[in-house]
């Protein structure tokens, strides 16, 4: 482990800070732009064969009624019925083939994500959750069972279906509540429906239902933004995700900006919107729980997330999703960029179930000590005494330079007794920043140095 300087560390950071440099957040850790083809590819049933106790299953449904100009994530505008049937088939013989293997550990949460899994009929989604049950039989009894959705999907009858088999958590993109904004997102529903789908959540009485905004959108200004922040409060969810549009290539958003660029507020402008939201969200009874997520509810809102974090095993099912053990990360698609999206799901639906794992990253003791600090600390749950019990070693010795330099800049707060190295206000606002003071240079080479093919 290479060891680094407490100053020059907080120079770093006292650097990027003011420099108002806003990364994108940390959603895991190496990036899929780490993985690389394996020499020899490993055989999937040795890997999970081996995993005991609880698990996360990641269900990837990448179909949407449209195309936002922001996403970059693996999802099309596609209403071809057969192939949507064809992926579903896919997914159920994924799941069953992963159920042989690891049907045997505890079913911590099931996360359908996308693209826009409430798309799906009610059929459809029956016959996934049926698959899910049958080949995983122990499911936790707390288990966060939740879905991804957007307002045109979520009809009042789709709503009461999800709870009756068995979701427990709403999460819906309503992005911004103005009409020209939303036009300009290329999101083809209105305000009026964003408010009947959640009136609609709200009157099945979904306990835990969150809603995504986005800040920094085109045309948005400070008071336009702080108008949907209002509005959308007042419907009292008990979780919200305000994310700050990240515009990356190849985005239909990129071209605008090109063209417009004084239509978009800069990165100081984002962390003023950020610090004004998060004064908002205080005040309405909301505590912070990452950079981008807020809630009123006790326990945590995105279990699945916490689970991941803290290292509990998931398995990705579905066209390019991700699965993680402790020591090795793959993912069944890696290079996607320059393939359209509709042949990733067509080769998905034909190739059947993959038995060997050709891309990844393995990570060694270095490198899940450092994944586990980084996820640990965004999420404001590191803790000495855990890292102890995991490790065999103390975080003070090997990452204590680093950690003095984010105490002295006032971003954590330590508490020697309990162990627990939490997120201040300040550690909040730039724990991207933070996160990445723990990479390690071997990672930080790969994702450079990623091209796609
Ligand atoms: C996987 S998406 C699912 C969205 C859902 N299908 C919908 O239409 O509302 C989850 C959330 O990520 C956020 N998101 C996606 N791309 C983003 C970007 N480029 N910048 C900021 N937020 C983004 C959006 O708020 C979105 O609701």
Request: a neutral charge; hydrophobic letters at 30%.
């Amino acid at each position: 482990m290479i060891k680094r300087e407490c100053g020059c560390i907080r120079e770093y950071l006292k650097t990027a800070i003011s420099n108002c440099h806003l990364p994108s957040y940390i959603y895991g850790y190496p990036s899929k732009r780490a993985y690389r083809k394996f020499e020899t590819p490993i055989d999937l049933k040795e890997v999970w064969g081996k995993q005991k106790g609880n698990l996360n299953l990641y269900i990837h449904i990448p179909f949407c009624n449209y195309k936002c100009t922001y996403c970059t994530l693996l999802s099309a505008k596609i209403n071809d019925e057969s192939l949507i049937k064809a992926y579903n088939q896919a997914l159920i013989r994924e799941i069953k083939e992963y159920g042989k293997i690891a049907g045997h550990m505890t079913v911590d949460s099931i996360y359908l994500g996308g693209g826009t899994p409430t798309i799906l009929s009610k059929p459809q989604l029956k016959e996934l959750f049926d698959a899910v049950t049958d080949n995983f039989p122990n499911i936790a009894q707390d288990a966060e069972i939740a879905i991804e959705g957007s307002p045109e999907t979520l009809d009042l009858d789709k709503v009461r279906f999800l709870k009756e088999i068995g979701v427990n958590r709403v999460s819906m993109g309503i992005q911004t509540l103005n009409k020209e904004e939303l036009k300009k997102t290329g999101r083809q529903h209105s305000i009026e429906e964003s408010i009947q789908a959640i009136n609609n959540i709200k009157q099945v009485g979904f306990k835990n239902f969150n809603l995504d905004l986005i800040y920094g959108l085109e045309n948005q200004t400070k008071e336009t933004w702080l108008e949907s922040l209002q509005k959308t409060i007042e419907f009292k969810p008990n979780s919200m995700n305000l994310y700050p549009v990240v515009i990356r290539p190849l985005a239909g958003i990129q071209k605008a900006k090109e063209q417009n660029s004084d239509k978009f507020i800069t990165d100081d402008s984002k962390y003023e919107l950020y610090d004004i939201s998060c004064e908002y969200m205080y005040q309405n009874g909301y505590h912070q729980e990452t950079f981008v997520s807020f809630t009123k509810l006790k326990e945590d809102s995105y279990k699945q997330q916490v689970s991941d974090f803290q290292g509990n095993p998931l398995i990705g099912i579905g066209a390019s999703a991700r699965s993680y053990t402790n020591t090795l990360h793959y993912s069944t698609d890696y290079v996607v960029t320059k393939r359209s999206t509709l042949n990733i799901i067509s080769d998905y639906c034909q190739k059947g179930f993959e038995n060997l794992i050709s891309h990844g990253f393995e990570l060694d003791m270095d490198e899940q000590k450092r994944r586990s600090a980084i996820l640990n600390l965004i999420i404001s749950r590191l803790n000495a005494h855990e890292y102890k019990k995991k490790f065999d070693s103390d975080i003070w010795e090997e990452f204590g330079q680093e950690l003095k330099a984010m105490e002295e800049e006032g971003c954590i707060e330590t508490n020697k007794q309990s162990g627990q190295i939490s997120l201040t206000q300040k550690g909040f606002k730039y724990s991207s920043i933070l996160g990445s003071i723990f990479y390690s240079e071997k990672v930080k080479e790969l994702e450079k140095n990623y091209t796609d093919k």
